[in-house]
């Protein structure tokens, strides 16, 4: 025989083997598919009642794919920007308990927009660690790195952002990852292109902080870097098979996030189709991120562990607007919600979310009960059988396995959001308490969601709405001052919850004094 042949049917059979190891593991392995920036809407997958002009627009197959094989949640939650809900995802905390409330980047400095009528808080800038002694952090132990004490393989893959530069937790082996590609502290990317090298070191003129690391072998390609990170995460997942061992992998791609780099693989389609540059340039940002999607469901069929491997899509805050991206400014990128990343109101933190379970989920099955992102903590650690577990933080999620098995939700739960600062989208600075920014929901707020009804209320001026989700999920009709008692009790519940985590409020410049809590206003 060849002897190139016979290594290959060797190393064939040695994968064969490893595999039939990991079958005798009754454990799932389980995907986390994580999407920046994503909307609501930004896909083909209807998540409304009824097909919408924008579900049209897209082509996603492969998240239509992985619905029609198990769930799809259309009241699912994160925070309204990254940081924030990837420390809640990795910590099982609130926002408003682990208090990184922004998002983060530089060791020791605050990323606030300049406000002249508000001083912020001085939150956790520095993020979430794994260990103490850092300040301006909340300590936590990841529920990843409880996978891997419990015998799992965990590979993360793409964007991390959970902790400034040079602290721990800005590397994602500190968080329990055995595996890390391309994770750092920034939470953006300088460069899609591999010709631009990703912008690493600074190439072709970049941002050399958002530079993604790592993808040096696609440099002076046309690789697009969600098809690099794709590739060696199925490089990843094969070189998993000699662990023996259940995996889990964090796919978190820096896609949809701008720049809206031209991926042309796409691109043209849209163009034919009448988009203007700027939407074919993001739609095709986003049907590359629904093909990765595919690629790894197409992997896991083709070596036969796709029935023993638990999938969940999820993106990290809403979809940009075309508010924030400058062109229109009545915010209808996300329509029909209200507004977009960096919001309360929904368009900013409801997210598409599917999982797929075999034996478990529903296949073609839709979940409307609600849930949020630290509710993945809890839910995760269950599917992997971990129930005894002791950690230094609060865990605040709540699994969301039962709603899987067809259990109810408890009607009696609420969720909270807290955002004490003033998020901006670049080149915007301008537009910071202004009318139009505060009808987008771009001030200092916070957010209680209880059955239909939801409450936001602004730090800086005291203004409450009140909106019935199930007629009004635009939240377009402000029905306060119909309902007083409804604003009441939610006010006391959100407010008493915000100072039980010990959250945080802005301060008023001129006199010093903190701003009021929600049940404080009347």
Not at 238 to 248: G, L, Q, V
Request: hydrophobic letters at 35%.
């Amino acid at each position: 025989m060849n002897p190139e042949r016979f290594l290959i049917s060797i190393a064939g059979v040695m994968t064969s083997l490893s595999v039939m190891a990991q079958k005798n593991d009754t454990r799932p392995n389980i995907v986390l598919f994580m999407v920046d920036d994503m909307g609501w809407q930004d896909t083909s997958l209807p998540f409304a009642n009824d097909t919408t002009p924008l579900n049209r627009r897209f082509h996603t197959p492969n998240m239509e794919r992985l619905a029609d094989m198990g769930t799809r949640f259309t009241s699912a939650y994160a925070c309204s920007i990254s940081s924030p809900s990837r420390c809640s995802l990795m910590t099982g905390m609130n926002q408003a308990r682990h208090r990184v409330t922004n998002w983060t980047l530089r060791l020791n400095q605050a990323t606030d927009a300049e406000n002249s009528e508000v001083e912020m808080p001085d939150w956790n800038y520095n993020g979430i660690q794994p260990v103490g002694g850092i300040n301006n952090t909340a300590v936590a132990t990841p529920f990843v790195e409880l996978l891997r004490q419990n015998g799992y393989h965990t590979i993360h893959v793409g964007k991390a952002h959970f902790g400034a530069q040079g602290t721990p937790s800005a590397d994602p082996t500190a968080m329990g990852f055995d595996v890390n590609i391309a994770g750092h502290a920034a939470g953006g990317l300088a460069s899609y292109l591999g010709e631009d090298h990703y912008g690493f070191d600074g190439y072709n003129g970049k941002n050399a902080e958002f530079g993604i690391p790592g993808l040096e072998k696609y440099w002076d390609t046309d690789t697009f870097a969600t098809e690099a990170l794709t590739i060696e995460a199925l490089k990843a997942l094969e070189e998993s098979t000699t662990s023996h061992k259940p995996f889990f992998l964090y796919m978190s791609h820096y896609a949809v996030h701008v720049p809206l780099d031209k991926d042309s693989r796409y691109y043209d389609k849209y163009r034919s189709e009448g988009l203007d540059d700027l939407e074919a340039r993001y739609a095709a940002l986003i049907e590359g991120m629904d093909k990765s999607l595919g690629d790894l469901l197409d992997y896991l069929q083709r070596t036969g562990q796709l029935e023993r491997t638990i999938v969940i899509f999820m993106s990290d805050n809403g979809g940009l607007d075309f508010y924030s991206r400058g062109d229109a400014p009545d915010g209808k990128h996300n329509y029909p919600l209200r507004s977009g990343k960096g919001s309360t109101f929904e368009g900013g933190i409801r997210e598409p979310m599917i999982i797929y379970w075999n034996g478990v989920t529903v296949p073609g099955s839709t979940i409307d009960d609600y849930l949020i992102i630290e509710d993945f903590y809890p839910s995760i650690l269950e599917m992997a059988g971990i129930s005894d577990y002791h950690v230094p933080q609060t865990i605040d999620g709540v699994s969301f396995v039962p709603l899987l098995r067809g259990e109810k939700a408890d009607p009696d739960r609420y969720l909270i959001w807290n955002s004490p600062h003033t998020w901006i989208p670049t080149g915007h600075q301008d537009k910071i308490n202004t009318p139009d920014s505060l009808r987008q929901g771009y001030g200092q707020s916070c957010a209680i969601r209880q059955g239909d009804w939801k409450l936001i209320y602004f730090y800086n001026n005291g203004w409450k709405g009140l909106y019935n989700l199930n007629d009004d999920i635009g939240e377009d009709r402000n029905v306060a001052s119909v309902h007083p008692e409804i604003v009441n009790r939610l006010s006391s519940l959100l407010g008493e919850s915000l100072r039980r985590m010990d959250a945080q409020r802005p301060t008023f410049r001129a006199s010093g004094r903190p701003c009021p809590w929600v049940d404080e206003i009347f």
